[in-house]
């Protein structure tokens, strides 16, 4: 999986989370309009390298294609790239979420009396056994369980998770009364998934992937979302209708008042504009 956001020996930069979204949303307009790709990368705020790094792939992909004038490089959308943003126009469900790749990390205060009668995987040095409890995958290694909780839907990441957190510690009970065993308080061994399912992270996953420090944009599930690795992180993602919504009602607001200001402003500078009328008893003294 590529990994746009890291490079070896390089801080993952804040830039490259926003810049996709961006270019899908604001370039490709802009080029479509006839505007050269050094301005638009100077008006989104990235290098221009990076700029010509995606129009490339892109490209390459038939999203675009591009026409030289002399110096000048000017770049289209192709026939199926218009219909690539016409897909994209769909709307997204942002009620609901889908975590995965949840996995909780149980340490063994005292082992296991009852041999385990799972399935024996045999390593370099020692063996792991995995097994399911009713749903879930359990795996029990010679310090530690791990526990797998199912994948769940819901509207509330942070209910998500508790919900997930609970079915792991109810199946850590189980184990310790089956195998006459004691574990300790767990912790989350690797970042849960939070995904939200995005018509255009499905038509960006057809052609890359992307990920960052904060999430990614796959299609791994067969359809394309946008994965959050917190669950504060899917929250904002998922306030940002409404907050779009309130900077809307703001900006018809301030389109009120600007208007209202306008008004006023010419009525101002009228009597200013007007040119004076000649008066009957106006007379030049000589």
Not at 9 to 31: D, E, H, I
Not at 51 to 73: D, P, S, V
Not at 166 to 180: H, I
Not at 201 to 209: D, L, M, P, V, Y
Request: proline content about 6%.
């Amino acid at each position: 999986m590529k990994n746009v956001a890291k490079r070896k020996g390089r801080k993952p930069r804040n830039k490259s989370q926003k810049f996709l979204p961006s270019f899908l949303t604001v370039a490709a307009r802009l080029l479509e309009e006839g505007m050269y790709p050094a301005k638009i990368a100077k008006l989104l705020n990235i290098s221009k390298q990076r700029l010509y790094y995606w129009l490339n792939k892109l490209t390459r992909a038939g999203i675009f294609y591009k026409e030289k004038l002399g110096r000048i490089t000017r770049y289209y959308l192709t026939d199926y790239g218009k219909k690539f943003f016409t897909r994209c126009e769909g709307r997204a469900r942002f009620g609901l979420v889908r975590l995965h790749n949840v996995c909780f990390k149980f340490p063994i205060v005292s082992p296991p009396r009852v041999p385990v009668d799972w399935r024996r995987v045999s390593m370099r040095n020692w063996a792991r056994f995995i097994g399911k409890v009713g749903e879930v995958t359990v795996e029990c290694t010679t310090r530690h369980v791990l526990i797998y909780p199912r994948v769940r839907v819901d509207r509330d990441p942070y209910r998500a998770l508790l919900k997930a957190y609970e079915e792991a510690l109810l199946v850590a009970r189980v184990l310790e009364e089956k195998f006459q065993m004691r574990l300790g308080l767990p912790e989350i061994n690797r970042k849960p998934h939070f995904g939200f399912y995005d018509p255009v992270a499905q038509e960006i996953a057809r052609h890359t992937q992307v990920s960052t420090d904060i999430g990614k944009i796959d299609a791994s599930e067969g359809r394309g979302e946008n994965e959050y690795f917190s669950a504060e992180w899917s929250a904002e993602y998922q306030a940002m209708p409404m907050r779009l919504r309130r900077i809307e009602e703001s900006l018809s607001q301030l389109i009120s008042v600007v208007e209202k200001i306008s008004s006023l402003f010419e009525k101002l500078i009228l009597p200013l504009t007007m040119k004076p009328k000649p008066g009957a008893g106006d007379r030049y003294v000589t």
